[in-house]
């Protein structure tokens, strides 16, 4: 039951600034934008989450649209380590669960 | 220091056992979660937490059974253990949604059902 439509995959040149679409075109006032990715193998790690400002931090910049409805997801410098199925998860604060959908497959390449 | 370590890492048993998969966290989180993710890949929550008391249950089969000492352990126990159990089971926490969003995932059991 995601409320999210993300390309399943894409590559990206390493070193190179990588994009990430995400559409949530059904996405309620009150919900934010979260970004999770998942390493082969590991566990999802938190990536950033927004409401409707742009948000910045260590690891990527999150642009949200004006109406909310799309987001993307930059990563300044991808590395081979980058590498992962990033997942765009739209949800309340207090939903006590996040709901997972497929993500992209995003394959850093040298 | 690991933040949420799940015990054990991987787990081989016969269809019909009864198996335990531990979970603990170290972040002093007040809301730890129960998620399956199946040979698909897709990361689906099973259970929800809250300071010991459960808050999400999706339709799992009640041969799942979470149980939580505390609010640093969230445990879960599977009877009767059948082929479609099979899949890497992941256990997170969070703060308190309301104060915080960042959950932290531990690094996974595989089960696999034989």
């Known amino acids: 039951d995601a409320k999210t439509t993300q390309p399943p995959s894409m590559d990206c040149a390493e070193g190179r600034a990588a994009n990430l679409p995400c559409n949530h075109s059904?996405?309620?006032?009150?919900?934010?934008v979260y970004w999770y990715r998942q390493i082969h193998s590991q566990g999802p790690q938190y990536i950033i989450h927004?409401?409707?400002n742009n948000e910045t931090n260590e690891m990527a910049s999150l642009i949200i649209t004006e109406d909310r409805k799309s987001s993307t997801l930059i990563l300044p410098h991808a590395t081979l380590r980058d590498t992962a199925v990033y997942y765009c998860i739209v949800g309340v604060l207090n939903d006590y669960k996040l709901s997972f959908g497929a993500g992209t497959t995003v394959t850093v390449r040298a | 220091d690991t933040a949420v370590s799940q015990t054990p890492k991987y787990l081989v048993t016969q269809m019909g056992n009864d198996k335990s998969i531990k979970c603990e966290q170290n972040?002093?989180?007040?809301?730890m979660y129960w998620y399956k993710q199946d040979s698909k890949k897709f990361l689906k929550i099973m259970f929800s937490y809250n300071n010991k008391e459960l808050i999400i249950n999706e339709t799992v089969p009640n041969r799942f059974s979470p149980k939580s000492p505390d609010k640093a352990h969230l445990n879960l126990h599977i009877n009767s253990l059948e082929l479609g159990d099979s899949a890497v089971y992941f256990c997170?926490?969070?703060?308190?949604?309301?104060?915080?969003?960042?959950?932290?995932f531990g690094q996974g059991t595989r089960l696999t059902v034989v």
């Open positions: 972040l002093g989180h007040d809301t």
């Open positions: 059904t996405i309620s006032g009150n919900e934010y």
């Open positions: 997170a926490s969070s703060q308190d949604l309301q104060k915080n969003t960042e959950a932290f």
């Open positions: 927004g409401l409707k």
